[in-house]
């Protein structure tokens, strides 16, 4: 069983910085593409940013130059670091992972962490 566990969300001021970080663990055998997203009240759930396994990342232009995805893969851990936040920044963050396991290639979602950004 594979699991992703997210953390690092709270409460910060506008230009503030946050970083979350998530885990996964199980019997994994390679993990391919990881990455964020987040979604706020009554919005769809979003991408954030994503890394893959050689380090190529992505943003969307909402969070380029302000956000900045990497990994550890020797930890199967995943991070985003958020500077300069906005207060249209508020959603839950979920971390995802396209992880190989018990012979497939599956989808996994962490559990979310709250990032709110008001003064």
């Known amino acids: 069983q594979v699991q992703l566990v997210d953390s690092g969300g709270g409460l910060v001021q506008p230009g503030g910085s946050l970083r979350l970080s998530c885990a996964a663990s199980g019997t994994i055998f390679s993990i391919y593409a990881m990455g964020w997203y987040r979604q706020a009240p009554g919005k769809q759930r979003e991408l954030v940013a994503t890394?893959?396994?050689?380090?190529?990342?992505d943003y969307p232009d909402s969070v380029k130059g302000r956000f900045t995805i990497s990994r550890a893969n020797a930890r199967n851990t995943v991070y985003l670091q958020m500077n300069s936040l906005k207060p249209e920044d508020t959603a839950v963050y979920y971390c995802h992972a396209d992880v190989i396991a018990a012979g497939k290639d599956s989808d996994y979602w962490g559990q979310g962490t709250q990032v709110t950004v008001s003064s």
């Open positions: 890394i893959t396994s050689t380090g190529i990342t």
